[in-house]
Each structure stands twice: as C-alpha cells, then as structure tokens.
C-alpha cells in the first residue's frame, strides 16, 4: 500500500472512516437492500483502491499519479449509477428489458476496473480465472465436445454480472458488505484496545516457561490473535515479529521458526469464534446460522494445534531448548487481573451461540470494548482513539471486498451457463465414482485455487465448483463446504506457493521454500482431518453427544501419534519402525469404522507408554 502524505492522505482517511460509520449505522439501524447496500460497499472500497494501490512494485508510493485518480473516478460511476437508480434497477425484468446504452457502458467499466484492482490488491491469479469465466461466458459455444456452452449475448453477460444480485453483486459480496466489515471494525477496536498485547502476554504466562517456550507462545498466541483477525499473513506479522526471532534466539533454525509461525497463524482462520471471511461466506451458502459453523469448527481447530503443539514440544525437547527466563514472562497476577480485556471476545461468542446475528454480536462486542477500555489507564479510548480504531478495522477491507466482487465474476458465470455441472462431471468421470477419489481431486482443485487466491476468493471459487459434485457423492452440505474450506484455508502453507510461509521467511531469513516444506511437515493434521470430517460428521459436532466425545478424544489420540511418529521423539529420539508405525496408528485413530478406530487408539497408546517406560531422556544437537 502507498504511504500517502497530505490531501490524497486525507481523503483516503475520511472515505475509510465514511465507510465504516456507514456500516456501523447500518448494523445498528438495520441493512439497506441487498442490491444498494453492496453497491455502496463497493463505491467506497473499489475506487479506494487506486489510491491506495500502486500499478505495479515500481510506481510511486508516495503519490497517486493521475491515471489513478482517473481510475478512481471511472471505477465510482457504475455504483454511484446504481444507488441512484436502484429502484428501477430491482424492478427491472431481467433478460425480457433491454440493457440501456449507459448501462452496459458502465457495467463494462465497473468490470475492467474490478479485474484491474483484483490484480493489484489479490494478484494475477483471480484476475485470469475472473476474465477467463468471461471468456467462457462469451466464447464457450464455440469450444467443442462436453465442455461447450450455450451462446450469451455481451449485453447478457454484462446484464448479470452489473445488474442483478447473481453476479458481481451477489453473495459472496454481500457478506464483505455486511458481516465482514463489521467484524473487521470488531477487530480494529480489540487491537487498539489492546486485546493482541494481552494475548500475547497471556500466552508467555502460559507457555513461557516450557520447553521451546516461544514456539509454544506462537501456536497459543497465533491462534488466538487469529481468531480475530482471520488473516494468515496478518497474523505472521503481527505475533511473528516477536515470536520468530525468539525461536532463533532459543535455538530453532530460522526455517523451523518461520515454520511454526505460519502455521500456527493460518490455523487463525480456522479457530472459531471469528474464522475469516470465507467462514460467514459458507453460513449463507449454506442458510444456516453462523453459530453452526463455529460449532462444526471448534473440535478440527482444537486437534490441529494439539498436532502442532505436539511436534513443536518434540522439537524442543529432542534439541534440549530451554523456555524464556523468568524477567522475560509476565506475573501471571498481572495477566489475570486483566483478564477483563477479552471480555468482549466471550461476549460475542455467547451472543453467537444464542443466535444473534455476527453484525449484532459485533456491535456489541465493539460497544462493549469501548467500555472497557475506559478501565484500561494506557488504553483508553476516546473519539480520536475510536475514530482510529474505525480506521484501522476499515483499511484492512481492501482484500475482502475485491476478492469477493472479483468472485462474483466466478459465481456468476456458474450460475449463467453451468460450467459447475461440466466440472462436476468431470469429477465424477476422473474418480470413477470413487468418493475418496472425488475428494482426493477437490483437495487439489482448492490448494491450486488457494496458492493464487486469498482465502475467501479460493473458498468461494472452490465451492461454487467442486461442492455440488461431492454433495451428489452423498456427502453433507457441512461437511463438503467444510473439507473446500480447510483446503483453501492451508494452501497458505502448500508450496510451491504458500503466502503464510512466504511472510514468515521473511521475517525468519530462510528460503521461502524451505519454510514452506517445513510448516506443510507441522500442519498434517490439517491435510488428513479434512477427510476424517467428511466420512464422520461427529468430528463436526454433527452426532449424538457421546459419539461426539468419542470423536474428540479419537481425533486429540491422532494428533499426539500423528505429531510424535513424524517427529520422531519423546524422551529419546524412536526408531523408523516405531515413528511409521505411530504415524499408521494416528491415521487410523480417524478412521470411519469405530472398531479400527479403539483398536488403533489402544495400540498407539500402548506404544507411547513401551516408548516412554523404556527410552531414557535424551538430546541431540
């Protein structure tokens, strides 16, 4: 982003301010239609982005040149257009009235520059996929053999891309223009009232002094700081600053160090209460109420970062690194005596699983925080604070807003010619009907989607393409949004491209690459649980209470044999015999059949116990 200075400065400020009080006012009083309210979203955030985006890494940053502020200024007119016209715009009949002359110039222009602000806000990858739907909108009748669709008019296209809530407008859209924005002001007023220190804190007087205390406060203090700001490269940044030179500093190579912390931050969007745009995306797919998908999260987010704790804590001990010292941790007097601060976090949560709506719930959490605050001495918020906390909740809305209109693209062009049926079908043909097989394929289809797509456009794209296919396979709408879900989520640490391990190498000075690898080896949990899920839907809290807790403690058993096979140590370093056989044990402890699964968990526990009774302890250098 530009480091702006003066008026472009200013105007940049108070239009992200506008937004967010406009949102505010709209999840205090009520929503506008569907239709206007995204429109005005996206007036605000779509122009914003040639100011605050540069061309290319080479132009200036400092300055907006005028070929920005004329894209600023045409990308405005087809929303502006749009609210005041909108009445006409929801009673029109689609595809009988004619698409006007200006409608189709502006809807042309708000598609250019949408792909353009896709490429310089979410990269190349959406911005091919986007135009290449187009392509097949337009094109897709000339292509031969199944793959061939039917003839759409440019006017058509642009109708229901522009003019209707199916394409640009739809959904995916709405939930940024709704939910997400709120959530991300929600996230602007815990961090400026100082939510993030406390986390971070909290996890030193927890983890601090254990072994490899500061790779044990990155996996508590990454997930918790995650679960508010539902952005994997985010989170490296902000608890990865700390946390990675105090792994180095403690003995971890700077690969394992950047590797634990982004995994550790990309399982952020999975820890519920708050997991990332693509999760209050998947609560309106789905029409159900977003506490549920909280709910199906929390057993898969808890298991992940046992697994990862797990290996973490075998890494430590098997190089005999030490914790931080005690003038390093904070008085856990002190931490608890401001336990207070997360206090609007438990709010929002109890007011989710009551069944209030996340922009209720967030109002009042921001309310809440306010309030708190005032108790907070070096913390409080008066109307310059909260003004900045507006601020820096809103200028955060850049990647959500465009990946989602971008999508829309995607979604509309499945919607107008049903190219998700042809891709449907070719799973169906490539698996053999083969349900693994099937999802084997979707697993790939999301990691490629994700490696060139944030989170939430991946989700989106994915879903719309691949979850039809594994529903007709007889898998749950949960389960199939879930399992696209968690893929899109992990691709951030997927090499080739894997953006969570490209920022934390960053911080670290190993090779992104290297990181990568390394984090893809600590987060396996999160590449076979997926699968677990969606053959057994208690791992989602979808059973009767007892096969639930059986699937809980199955899934923690899996994580520990998973972590401890792959690592290969637990008071001394295990043989290749005992590391593949722990390794067979926890994936068989997730494994469909509850009789495999208590046979494979008594096996597993019996061989910790033989390992731990019989090694002595020992290091390695």
């Given at each position: 982003m530009r480091s702006l200075k003066g008026w472009p400065y200013y105007i940049g400020y108070f239009s992200l301010i506008a937004l967010g009080v406009f949102h505010l006012y709209t999840a205090i009083f009520g929503t506008f239609e569907a239709?206007?309210?995204?429109?005005?979203?996206?007036?605000?955030?779509?122009?914003l982005v040639y100011i605050y985006f540069p061309f290319s890494k080479k132009g200036p940053k400092d300055k907006v040149p005028w070929y920005d502020w004329l894209l600023c200024i045409m990308s405005s007119?087809?929303?502006?257009?749009?609210?005041?016209?909108?009445?006409?715009?929801?009673?029109?009949?689609?595809?009988?009235?004619?698409?006007?002359?200006?409608?189709?110039?502006?809807?042309?222009?708000?598609?250019?520059?949408?792909?353009?602000?896709?490429?310089?806000?979410?990269?190349?990858?959406?911005?091919?996929?986007?135009?290449?739907?187009?392509?097949?909108?337009?094109?897709?009748?000339?292509?031969?053999?199944?793959?061939?669709?039917?003839?759409?008019?440019f006017d058509r296209i642009i109708e229901h891309l522009y003019l209707t809530g199916e394409g640009i407008f739809s959904t995916p859209l709405g939930v940024s223009a709704t939910f997400v924005i709120i959530m991300l002001i929600f996230g602007g007023f815990l961090e400026k009232s100082g939510t993030g220190d406390y986390f971070m804190d909290l996890s030193k007087a927890v983890a601090g002094k254990a072994a490899g205390g500061p790779a044990k406060i990155a996996v508590i203090s990454s997930g918790l700081f995650g679960s508010i700001s539902g952005s994997a490269v985010a989170n490296v940044y902000a608890t990865g600053t700390f946390t990675i030179p105090m792994m180095k500093q403690l003995g971890f190579s700077n690969a394992f160090a950047g590797a634990v912390e982004a995994v550790a931050s990309s399982g952020g969007q999975i820890m519920p209460p708050v997991m990332g745009a693509a999760a209050f995306i998947m609560a309106s797919f789905l029409g159900i109420p977003y506490?549920?998908?909280?709910?199906?999260?929390?057993?898969?987010?808890?298991?992940?970062?046992?697994?990862?704790?797990?290996?973490?804590?075998?890494?430590?001990?098997?190089?005999?690194?030490?914790?931080?010292?005690?003038?390093?941790?904070?008085?856990?007097?002190?931490?608890?005596?401001?336990?207070?601060?997360?206090?609007?976090?438990?709010?929002?949560?109890?007011?989710?699983?009551?069944?209030?709506?996340?922009?209720?719930?967030?109002?009042?959490?921001?309310?809440?925080?306010?309030?708190?605050?005032?108790l907070n001495k070096g913390k409080r918020m008066g109307p310059l604070q909260i003004i900045d906390a507006i601020y820096l909740g809103t200028k955060n809305v850049f990647v959500v807003a465009i990946a989602c209109a971008a999508a829309g693209i995607v979604v509309g062009a499945v919607s107008l010619t049903g190219v998700g049926f042809k891709i449907a079908s070719s799973i169906f043909?490539?698996?053999?009907?083969?349900?693994?097989?099937?999802?084997?394929?979707?697993?790939?289809?999301?990691?490629?989607?994700?490696?060139?797509?944030?989170?939430?456009?991946?989700?989106?794209?994915?879903?719309?393409?691949?979850?039809?296919?594994?529903?007709?396979?007889?898998?749950?709408?949960?389960?199939?949004?879930?399992?696209?879900?968690?893929?899109?989520?992990?691709?951030?640490?997927?090499?080739?491209?894997?953006?969570?391990?490209?920022?934390?190498?960053?911080?670290?000075?190993?090779?992104?690459?290297?990181?990568?690898?390394?984090?893809?080896?600590?987060?396996?949990?999160?590449?076979?649980?997926?699968?677990?899920?969606?053959?057994?839907?208690?791992?989602?809290?979808?059973s009767n209470p007892w096969l639930n807790l059986f699937s809980l403690l199955s899934g923690i058993?899996?994580?520990?044999?998973?972590?401890?096979?792959?690592?290969?140590?637990?008071?001394?370093?295990?043989?290749?015999?005992?590391?593949?056989?722990?390794?067979?044990?926890?994936?068989?402890?997730?494994?469909?059949?509850?009789?495999?699964?208590?046979?494979?968990?008594?096996?597993?526990?019996?061989?910790?116990?033989?390992?731990y009774l019989v090694q002595k302890d020992q290091t390695v250098s």
């Open positions: 239709y206007l309210q995204r429109n005005i979203h996206l007036l605000f955030a779509l122009p007119l087809p929303s502006l257009y749009a609210v005041f016209n909108y009445q006409r715009i929801i009673y029109r009949m689609v595809q009988v009235e004619i698409v006007r002359t200006e409608e189709l110039l502006l809807g042309t222009i708000l598609v250019v520059t949408l792909l353009e602000a896709a490429r310089r806000v979410v990269g190349l990858g959406l911005t091919i996929l986007a135009s290449a739907m187009i392509f097949y909108m337009y094109f897709g009748y000339l292509l031969p053999g199944d793959w061939r669709g039917m003839y759409v008019p506490s549920s998908i909280v709910v199906a999260g929390i057993v898969p987010a808890l298991l992940y970062y046992i697994g990862v704790y797990a290996m973490v804590d075998a890494r430590a001990k098997k190089l005999g690194l030490k914790g931080l010292t005690s003038e390093q941790i904070p008085s856990i007097g002190d931490v608890l005596k401001k336990l207070y601060i997360i206090i609007p976090v438990v709010v929002f949560v109890l007011m989710i699983l009551r069944g209030n709506t996340p922009m209720r719930s967030a109002t009042v959490g921001i309310l809440v925080c306010w309030f708190l605050s005032l043909s490539l698996a053999g009907n083969n349900s693994f097989m099937a999802l084997v394929m979707v697993a790939v289809l999301s990691l490629i989607l994700g490696m060139g797509l944030p989170t939430t456009a991946a989700y989106i794209v994915a879903s719309a393409l691949a979850v039809p296919a594994l529903i007709k396979l007889g898998f749950l709408p949960l389960s199939s949004h879930m399992f696209v879900f968690y893929f899109a989520v992990f691709s951030a640490i997927t090499p080739p491209v894997a953006l969570a391990a490209y920022a934390a190498s960053s911080i670290s000075g190993a090779t992104p690459n290297e990181t990568g690898f390394q984090a893809l080896r600590l987060g396996i949990v999160a590449i076979v649980l997926p699968f677990a899920f969606c053959f057994d839907k208690s791992f989602l809290l979808q058993c899996a994580a520990i044999f998973l972590g401890t096979g792959i690592e290969g140590y637990l008071r001394g370093n295990i043989g290749i015999v005992f590391r593949s056989g722990l390794v067979i044990f926890g994936l068989l402890s997730l494994w469909p059949q509850i009789f495999v699964r208590i046979i494979a968990i008594l096996i597993g526990f019996a061989t910790m116990t033989y390992l």
